[in-house]
């Protein structure tokens, strides 16, 4: 892979990823000379800071009323800015060792209340029936409205074996659900996959980390193995996972993009301006893809959704994903705490801007409830014939389908799934029609 500028960025949302990322004091010591104070406004905020020192009803300490209004300024800007007290900034840096004390949600604040961007895989909060949309209106009875996103996941944060109850709203239910979950050790698995029929490769990506790439190549190697060398398709699944590092998605894409541009960033400096461009490699061979994609698919996710879709190199399908197409920064500073703070936009190659409207899929799939029919014997069948042709090789159908059923109980339940297989098929039904 190849990219232009100095630093790497990271894509955080919620407060379960992100990497520190120091960027030279220098850059924005230039930038405040370059631009004059605003000594009206302060004189505002001077004579505001006073009169709650002198006029409030109870006594405030100094500290806290900056901390406050250093808050309150980040917030205003968007609801992925944040300030990062050094105990909040020290709990960050420990979710992005992919093994911390929680629940295993990743979320963000909208009207003033936490919402579910996303259970992760295999937590405790997505066995407890979580849902990516869910509204959180109450933490162990404590109203959310009013906390800010760092209070609610320290809240939500704790020793393993613990329990809290979450209020929850959810669309399309008539009244507030309540789930009390008992906290855990997040150990983040970022890959998994199987071979759904012979040649027909799955793989689930729950998030993005450093090393996903090269965990997914060793997933893929494996499936193609077990289809003697020839994989037929690839269905990667990336619903409800909420994004991660930057550069894991980039390798993941160029793994399947053989030229041209993967992502760009931009922002106001020139530091945030990267573009990052394929290599001449295709792991599939051209072996068609289907990715599969929710509204629990944000941010980096959506990158690689982003990018297989503009270079035509896979069928998105699914649900509309989240909209997060924006670059979180972290600056470390003097006194132990940090900055997170919106520095760029990121743009799929053909130029696209992701935020706030998502990757829309070109083959629309509502999640439905899917369920096979149960045969009780009222269909009439060849077989039921009395005196029907045996099939010629004894066992075959019967045998196939069983091994189809009993490996992929999947593919039997999930209707999304289930139609991406079949889109897979159908294409190389096609491609074999037009070679022949």
Request: glycine share 8%.
């Amino acid at each position: 892979m190849k990219r232009s500028g100095r630093y790497v960025l990271v894509l955080c949302l919620g407060m379960f990823l992100g990497t520190a990322i120091t960027m030279e004091r220098t850059v924005f010591a230039e930038r405040a000379e370059s631009q004059p104070l605003p000594l009206d406004t302060l004189r505002i905020f001077t004579e505001v800071f006073g009169k709650v020192k002198s006029d409030y009803v109870e006594s405030v300490e100094d500290q806290k009323l900056l901390e406050d209004a250093i808050h309150g300024m980040l917030a205003g800007l968007d609801p992925h800015s944040a300030y990062l007290s050094p105990e909040s900034f020290k709990e960050m840096r420990i979710g992005t060792e992919g093994k911390f004390g929680g629940l295993g949600i990743e979320v963000t604040m909208e009207n003033g209340f936490v919402k579910v961007v996303a259970p992760i895989d295999d937590t405790p909060a997505q066995r407890a029936g979580i849902k990516a949309g869910d509204l959180i209106t109450r933490l162990d009875g404590t109203p959310v409205k009013g906390m800010s996103l760092n209070d609610a996941v320290k809240k939500m944060r704790g020793k393993p074996d613990t329990d809290i109850k979450l209020t929850v709203v959810r669309e399309g239910e008539a009244k507030p659900l309540e789930f009390v979950i008992t906290r855990a050790i997040i150990k983040i698995t970022s890959v998994k996959g199987k071979q759904l029929e012979p040649g027909y490769a799955y793989v689930r990506v729950s998030q993005f980390q450093s090393n996903t790439a090269d965990t997914l190549r060793r997933k893929l190697s494996d499936l193609k193995k077990q289809a003697d060398g020839n994989l037929k398709g690839l269905i990667l699944d990336l619903r409800n996972n909420p994004g991660g590092v930057l550069n894991g998605a980039v390798s993941v894409s160029d793994m399947f993009i053989t030229d041209g541009v993967i992502v760009s960033t931009r922002g106001r400096l020139e530091e945030s301006e990267v573009k990052y461009t394929a290599t001449p490699n295709d792991y599939l061979k051209d072996a068609p893809m289907v990715v599969l994609v929710n509204e629990g698919s944000a941010s980096a996710s959506e990158i690689v959704a982003g990018a297989l879709q503009d270079h035509g190199r896979a069928v998105i399908m699914g649900t509309n994903t989240f909209g997060k197409g924006s670059v979180q920064t972290i600056l470390p500073i003097n006194n132990g705490a940090a900055l997170k703070i919106t520095t760029a936009r990121y743009y799929t190659p053909n130029d696209r801007s992701i935020q706030a409207t998502g990757i829309v899929p070109d083959v629309v799939v509502e999640d439905l409830e899917f369920k096979r029919k149960e045969d009780n014997g009222s269909l009439l069948r060849e077989s039921n014939l009395q005196g029907h042709l045996e099939n010629e090789v004894e066992g075959n159908a019967d045998t196939r389908n069983a091994s189809v059923s009993s490996a992929t109980p999947n593919v039997e339940t999930d209707f999304q799934l289930r139609e991406a297989l079949n889109l897979l098929k159908g294409v190389n039904i096609v491609r074999n029609q037009a070679n022949n």
